[in-house]
């Protein structure tokens, strides 16, 4: 804790004051974690922060970012995490927009974010002030809550407390408008006058728990339609719990942390595109939001199939235009249970049918062991080729899914590398992360180091490994820079490196555009070092080309940040 300051509290300035009141309150209704941007308009706010995070009991634990992007897409990380929200501080002007990417999908991902924008007092607005723009109402149309506070000063600290708690419980889901129990942004536009901060600043903050989430209610979905649970991105554990508990198959993309269990279809996008057995679908219930298949979406705009959408997001999912949208859901008991068996039976064959086994054939041990000279070298050979054979991105993916456990956490990028995942990765319980609210690849390395943060204190003991493609990681370079005061986090960035962006090759403007402009607009080659990335910002680096190199990576110790890069063909 700190010091108590030599000052009165009558030489305090009314920021200062203001700025205690608020993070106070935040404190005291959950929120353990500040991202700060440094600014002038905001120091009242970043040097509580710091005060508040000073000693080994301090309530806050603050992170310092110098871009706005970065810092509001690790608020984003540490809010999927540990499901309280972040606060994200920053000065007045452009470094406000800088919360927009993250706010966007905070919203659309149901993800709890604070965003406090500090700002010019209501007199040097409109008139040419420098630094000065239009932020009231600035994230209008994706926050739950916002206001424009009153100037220090102008209102007692009481009221700066209670903006504190109104907007935690706005981010939980608690209050607010849109859904009930669904997370989501906050916007608190904060005006400062000239003192800017003073020489103020000790407090003792009783850190507390966050307001519970509005309560909802249960939808009871009777038996009787052949029916299947579908769970895209932050569906979480309950898709899983349902297909169990009712028996029905359960479709669970590898970003929705449910592809697990006994009742997981591997293989569901041919599945769904054979008429015999997906064109016979009579009812969805869907978690989160689909977004890797084409397969999937077809059949949630499928006309006469009913769809029962859980609420996680900050838009109702409705390809159909008539879905029915609840808040949970269970199954009912009674139905013709022979039928039910008879249809997950069915389901169940054509998933094990379906299984991708990506091990390499055993060794040859009679071969290895032959006294017959050629026979010996031919075995040999095999083995060394099964070890200096090159990675695709299957393998990529497939050695980053059977390093990780459940207690490391796993990040995945909107690259073309997590819809190979998608296709060939069998069950496995991993808690895993994905910016799916919009599937942008802004933020990604930020939100996997808002995570790991998150998790380590926790006290977590594994890793966080983000995947992502070239084109994902050098849009978020700026996430690599940590300040070197802050607790290393343990996190694996884990680049597939083919020069540019190919996911493009599985879109339509593969078959029209011409080779050039394909390839200058959007492959958008590049021959950036890798290498010399992780050295300007002090990140270990490791290139690897062979499925035995990379998984003695992935399974040693890792005690801070590391950028694995693997080149991959284009």
Known sequence: MTTPPTS????????????????????????????????????????????????????????????ERVAAFTALGIGRETGLPAAVVCTSGTAAAGFLPAAMEAFHAGAPLLMLTADRPPELRGVGANQASIQPGMFSAWVRYETDAPVPGDADAEVFASLGADAVAAAVGATGRGVPGVAGPVH?????????????????????????????????????????????????????????????????????????????????????????LGGRIERVVVFGHPTLSREVAALLARPGVEVIAVRRGGEPLDLGGAAVHVDAVRALDGGDPEAERAWLGEWMRASAASVIDLDAPAPDAHGLSSTDAAERREAVRVELDAVRRPLDRALLVDAVWRASWPHDRLVFGSSRLVRVADAVLGGKRVPVHANRGL??????????????????????????????GDLAMLHDVGALLLPGDEPAPRLQVIVGNDGGGTIFDDLEVA??????????????????????????????FRRVETRPALDQVLTAAVEGPQLIEVPLPR
Do not use: C, K, M
Request: charged share 15%; proline share 6%; no cysteine.
């Open 511 to 540: 078959g029209s555009a011409p080779a050039a402009a394909l390839d200058r607009a959007f492959y958008t080659p590049h021959a950036v070092q890798v290498s010399a990335l992780a050295e300007a910002y002090g990140w270990e």
């Open 188 to 276: 608190l536009n904060l005006p400062f006058r000239n003192p800017l901060s003073s020489a103020g600043g000790w407090r003792v903050v009783t850190p507390g728990a966050a307001p519970a989430r509005a309560s909802v209610a249960v939808h009871e979905v009777p038996r009787g339609p052949r029916t299947i649970v579908v769970a895209g991105a932050d569906a979480g554990s309950d898709a899983e719990e349902l297909a169990h508990a009712a028996g029905w198959p359960l479709i669970a993309e590898i970003v929705s942390g449910a592809r697990f269990g006994r009742r997981l279809v591997h293989g569901y996008r041919a599945h769904l595109r054979d008429a015999g």
């Open 439 to 468: 599937a942008g690849i802004d933020g990604t390395i930020a939100t996997a180091t808002g995570v790991a943060i998150a998790a380590q204190a926790s006290g977590a003991p594994g890793v966080t490994r983000v995947l992502l």
């Open 8 to 67: 009165s509290a009558s030489d305090e300035a009314p920021a200062t004051t203001a700025a205690f009141a608020l993070l106070g309150a935040l404190i005291s209704h959950g929120v353990r974690d500040v991202v700060l941007s440094p600014g002038s308009r905001s120091q009242a706010l970043a040097l509580a922060a710091a005060a508040l995070a000073e000693g080994d009991d301090a309530p806050l634990r603050v992170h310092v970012r110098i871009d």
